[in-house]
């Protein structure tokens, strides 16, 4: 079976997730775990501020919580319902990366570029590929995704998500066993998509290449977007003909058929002969459409 359970059911539950990856060497941000209320008034004060988080089922910003003081992670803990949580302790953040990686069933792997992650409201903004970061970190987060890859004794594709810190350190925040949002850039910009090569392990078949050949800045379309007009208050289909009128901007529907405020309705993938140009035309497309934070990326 490909991936194996007991490597998905690591990945799915972020108590399981934070000891494998803590008992295997990998850096985490500091975290304690919270089973009972016992348990949340009792934390580490040094835990503060930090983020309370469901051990399952947390997505795009849910089941998380941020806290300031033990009080806090108390009624932080109640409000999730009383299941088992952890809190994390926050880092200094310089940026957020992301490495999807592929592994065969005979160990063989390989990985995709690093992507540079901007989140708003929790969910994924924006992922710029290659991330602008230097080049013996990038060299370290593709290799460590690798050797997580490796430790899972995983097969398929999968994300390893990572915090840079202010002094330069890569911390390992979650894994994702699938094809993730911020590899589906690889569509337009790579050799090989991370779903082809999905498809590549599970049918036994050599992996692909995966070489970036064109710089490429994702846009997450949420379904905000087709609310935006605030003066109709049923969904109304964006502007796709603003999108469509630049050449190098590929636009990925996923065929959902409700809107929903904070969905994830498609992406639109930005290329361009530099990352300047891919830039220049992710922000022209966020300002089309209205979504925030055009001027931050």
């Keep these: 079976m490909s991936p194996a359970a007991e490597s998905v059911a690591i990945a799915q539950d972020r108590i399981r997730e934070k000891a494998f990856l803590s008992a295997h060497?990998?850096?985490?941000?500091?975290?304690?775990?919270?089973?009972?209320?016992?348990?949340?008034?009792?934390?580490?004060?040094?835990?503060?501020?930090?983020?309370?988080?469901?051990?399952?089922?947390?997505?795009?910003?849910?089941?998380?919580?941020?806290?300031?003081?033990?009080?806090?992670?108390?009624?932080?803990?109640?409000?999730?319902?009383?299941?088992?949580?952890?809190?994390?302790?926050?880092?200094?953040?310089?940026?957020?990366?992301?490495?999807?990686?592929a592994r065969t069933d005979d160990g063989e792997t390989s990985t995709w570029p690093v992507a540079e992650n901007r989140h708003r409201g929790g969910i994924?903004?924006?992922?710029?590929?290659?991330?602008?970061?230097?080049?013996?970190?990038?060299?370290?987060?593709?290799?460590?995704?690798?050797?997580?890859?490796?430790?899972l004794d995983y097969r398929g594709v999968l994300c390893v998500e990572m915090f840079v810190t202010t002094e330069g350190r890569l911390v390992v925040n979650e894994i994702a066993p699938r094809?993730?949002?911020?590899?589906?850039?690889?569509?337009?910009?790579?050799?090989?998509?991370?779903?082809?090569?999905?498809?590549?392990?599970?049918?036994?078949?050599?992996l692909g290449d995966t070489r970036q050949h064109t710089p490429a800045v994702m846009v997450n379309l949420l379904g905000d977007l087709w609310f935006a007009d605030e003066a109709h208050s049923s969904p109304r289909e964006p502007a796709w003909c603003e999108v469509l009128e630049h050449p190098a901007a590929k636009?990925?529907?996923?065929?959902?058929?409700?809107?929903?405020?904070?969905?994830?309705?498609?992406?639109?993938?930005?290329?361009?002969?530099?990352?300047?140009?891919?830039?220049?035309?992710a922000r022209e497309i966020k300002r089309a459409l209205g979504i925030p934070g055009a001027d931050e990326i």
């Design 25 to 101: 060497g990998f850096s985490v941000a500091p975290y304690a775990v919270l089973n009972t209320e016992d348990d949340a008034r009792r934390v580490d004060a040094n835990l503060q501020p930090g983020i309370v988080k469901s051990a399952r089922l947390g997505y795009d910003g849910k089941g998380q919580i941020r806290v300031g003081s033990r009080d806090e992670v108390a009624g932080a803990w109640t409000a999730m319902g009383g299941v088992p949580c952890v809190i994390e302790r926050f880092v200094p953040l310089a940026a957020e990366v992301s490495v999807v990686v």
């Design 124 to 151: 994924l903004d924006v992922s710029i590929v290659p991330a602008r970061v230097p080049a013996a970190l990038a060299v370290e987060a593709r290799d460590i995704a690798t050797a997580v890859a490796a430790k």
């Design 179 to 206: 094809p993730h949002n911020s590899g589906h850039y690889t569509i337009d910009a790579c050799v090989t998509s991370q779903f082809e090569q999905q498809a590549r392990v599970l049918a036994d078949l050599p």
């Design 251 to 281: 636009l990925h529907l996923y065929g959902k058929s409700e809107p929903r405020r904070g969905r994830k309705m498609g992406h639109v993938t930005c290329l361009g002969e530099t990352m300047a140009a891919a830039l220049a035309t």
